[in-house]
Structure formats: structure tokens, C-alpha cells
């Protein structure tokens, strides 16, 4: 495939994900799920509230990976690092200027002090090296002209929630992301296609997985429904038989 000047930069500046498989925050549970993606995937659900750029998740993941690979964290620091790399993300890609965001229990009360908040800023800013501008996907699938609409936003969503598609390099998600779309005026290597039909795969196991819990949810339901209706009709036998005693 040729490559336009602007994607040959993007492939310049881009640098390698700096990712260790055999971290403990990589593997998977016994349900196929690491704790990477869970902190994710909460970065992800807090940031809902914003409306802030996909370039910023995505900035946001790469710190978060780049620390995890640098550093060793106990999980009670996982939330303050998390929220703090999204922090940062916004402070550099968001044109609105934003304080730190910080995170609080049920009762109001601040989960981290002021001084750790600035000091896991100061360890991810150094851990980047003083670099907080980094290639993502979307930059990518941009210099191609694909328009980053809601289909595409999902798809680019799906792939930094899970860890065993994201370890991949941008400009092969990029790509992947065009194959799925099955754009067939571009011819892709065997490569591409076979990590396009890991992403589709991955996302069919994820629809069926949804599936599965709405179905036990409904299943659940329909059973509490049954055993509300059994007692409410026990409740109007005994009613109707203290009318009969009554009666007698």
C-alpha cells in the first residue's frame, strides 16, 4: 500500500507501545478480563460526563499504559492514576482549560490528598518523557479521510477497552478498522485481515456475552415477578379466610 507524506509523518512520530504482556495488570481473570481494561473501561464511563474529544481517551490509554509498564502500583492507586491521566489528556487536548479532576467517596469526602494527585501527574509527565503528543488510531484513519463518525468512534471505543486488540500498532488498527468498514478498493496484507476478523470476532463474543446477562436479568426478573404473584395470591387466600371465620 502507498502511503500519503502525511501518513509517512504520522508513521515517523509515532512510537511504539511501550507494553509488558507479562505485567500483572495484563492478564486475564478467570473471565478473560484484565484489570487493565477494567481501569478503561471506568476511564471511559467517567469521562461520559464531559463530552471530551476521542483524541483525549485516547491520549489518556497511552498514559495509562506507559505508566503501567514503568512503574509498579498497588490497587488502591489504580483510580488516582487513571483519573489522573485523563487529567492530563484534557489539560493538553482539550481547548477548555480544566482543573485536575478529582475523585470522591459517597459521603463527599476527597479518596486521594492534593499532594498525591500532584505527584502521580508529576510521575506520568516523567514517565512520558515530557511528551504528552502522541499518534493514536483516529490520527491515523484522519490522514486517510475516513470520517470518525459515531460507527467508527464505537469501533475505535471497543479496541482501547481491550487489551489483547489494542497491543497492536496504530496504523494496523487503523487499517483494520478500514477493513472491517469492508472497503474493497484497498487491498490489505493477510495481517490486517486476520486482526480485522479478531476485532469483529471479539466484538460478536461481547454481543453475545450482553446478550447472555440481559437474558439472565430477564430470567431473574421473571422469576421474582412469579414469586411476588405467589405471594400476593397466598396473601388473598388468608384474607379471604378470615372473611369466612369471620363469617362463622
Not at 25 to 38: A, E, L, T
Not at 71 to 79: A, D, G, N, P, S
Not at 185 to 200: E, M, V, Y
Request: hydrophobic share 40%.
Amino acid at each position: 500500500m502507498l502511503y500519503s507524506s502525511q501518513i509517512r509523518d504520522l508513521l515517523i512520530r509515532e512510537k511504539s507501545k511501550p507494553i509488558n504482556k507479562l505485567n500483572e495488570f495484563y492478564q486475564n481473570d478467570s473471565q478473560g478480563i484484565c484489570r487493565r481494561d477494567i481501569l478503561v473501561q471506568w476511564i471511559v464511563a467517567q469521562a461520559s460526563q464531559f463530552r471530551h474529544s476521542l483524541k483525549t481517551i485516547e491520549l489518556t490509554v497511552i498514559y495509562i499504559d506507559t505508566y503501567l509498564n514503568y512503574f509498579k502500583i498497588t490497587q488502591e492507586y489504580l483510580q488516582l492514576l487513571g483519573i489522573s491521566a485523563y487529567s492530563l489528556a484534557t489539560k493538553y487536548n482539550e481547548t477548555e482549560a480544566m482543573a485536575q479532576i478529582k475523585l470522591y467517596d459517597s459521603n463527599g469526602q476527597n479518596l486521594y490528598q492534593n499532594v498525591e494527585y500532584d505527584e502521580m501527574e508529576e510521575q506520568i509527565i516523567k514517565v512520558m518523557g515530557f511528551q504528552l503528543n502522541y499518534i493514536t488510531s483516529s490520527d491515523y484513519l484522519l490522514a486517510m479521510n475516513i470520517e470518525i463518525n459515531e460507527n467508527v468512534q464505537s469501533l475505535l471505543m471497543f479496541i482501547l477497552l481491550d487489551f489483547d486488540i489494542y497491543q497492536y500498532s496504530h496504523i494496523e488498527l487503523a487499517l483494520a478498522i478500514i477493513a472491517y468498514l469492508q472497503d474493497e478498493q484497498i487491498q490489505f496484507t493477510d495481517k490486517i485481515l486476520k486482526l480485522s476478523q479478531f476485532i469483529h470476532n471479539k466484538i460478536l463474543r461481547a454481543q453475545e456475552v450482553e446478550i447472555g446477562k440481559q437474558q439472565n436479568e430477564d430470567s431473574k426478573s421473571k422469576i421474582r415477578n412469579q414469586q411476588i404473584n405467589k405471594k400476593i395470591t397466598k396473601n388473598k387466600g388468608l384474607t379471604h379466610q378470615r372473611a369466612l371465620k369471620q363469617k362463622i
